[in-house]
């Protein structure tokens, strides 16, 4: 199974604030890379999907880059509705696997 | 847009079998662009892929649980539905039912979620 490691965990910013997470995978996923938010007591809502495409009807404040191994979801000014849990996913095979979340809080 | 719905008993005793039914609106469980597909979340855990129903029948299950596993499709009242046998306190997890796209593998729509504890 490839494995999905993302970082930071948690963090706590302002509003306007940029906001970078990095999921990494254990092998080249070919951007086969999926965002998710999950808010609290919701389903996941996929944010991005093949590492940079914006999904319809998501605000362009968020974006996503990265190829190979390595990708970054950005949100270029925090807002308070993007409060929750944030996971990558990778599409490249299965099993699926996704990251252990990020936490995304205001300060 | 398509809606999933999730039900089935949300009290499962160990050592019986989890069931669980999806049924879709706004798109069939026929279509052969579409991966209808199971996901878990213990509760305040991350998520884990369970598997999915494709081409009209045809599966691919996460290995750490195909053992215990199976997914079916019920065309007449477009629905899909999982069973998992020996149930366990492990298997406890808010179930999530979702379409995912075939070609490009994220998942699009989503079910609310429906919460199975596994308890005596």
């Known amino acids: 199974d490839i494995q999905m490691t993302q970082f930071p965990f948690a963090l706590s910013a302002s509003v306007g604030d940029r906001v970078t997470i990095t999921c990494r995978a254990s092998q080249s996923i070919a951007s086969f890379l999926n965002w998710y938010q999950q808010k609290p007591g919701q389903a996941p809502k996929v944010l991005i999907y093949?590492?940079?495409n914006l999904q319809s009807g998501v605000p362009s404040r968020f974006s996503g880059s990265g190829s190979g191994t390595d990708y970054t979801l950005t949100i270029s000014s925090l807002q308070p509705e993007d409060v929750g849990t944030y996971f990558c996913q990778q599409s490249y095979n299965t099993p699926r696997t996704f990251g252990q979340g990020t936490r995304v809080e205001i300060k | 847009q398509v809606q999933l719905q999730e039900s089935g008993p949300g009290l499962v005793k160990p050592s019986e079998t989890l069931s669980l039914t999806c049924t879709v609106s706004g798109g069939s469980v026929s279509s052969d662009t579409d991966y209808w597909t199971w996901i878990r979340q213990p509760p305040g855990k991350g998520l884990e892929w369970i598997g999915y129903?494709?081409?009209?029948?045809?599966?691919n299950y996460n290995p750490s649980l195909k053992s215990r596993l199976a997914m079916s499709l019920d065309t007449s009242k477009n629905q899909f539905s999982l069973n998992l046998t020996s149930a366990t306190a492990a298997d406890t997890a808010v179930y999530y039912c979702?379409?995912?796209?075939?070609?490009?593998?994220?998942?699009?729509?989503w079910g609310q979620g429906k919460l199975v504890t596994v308890s005596s």
């Open positions: 979702a379409r995912a796209k075939p070609m490009l593998g994220h998942l699009d729509s």
């Open positions: 129903l494709y081409d009209s029948g045809r599966t």
């Open positions: 093949v590492a940079s």
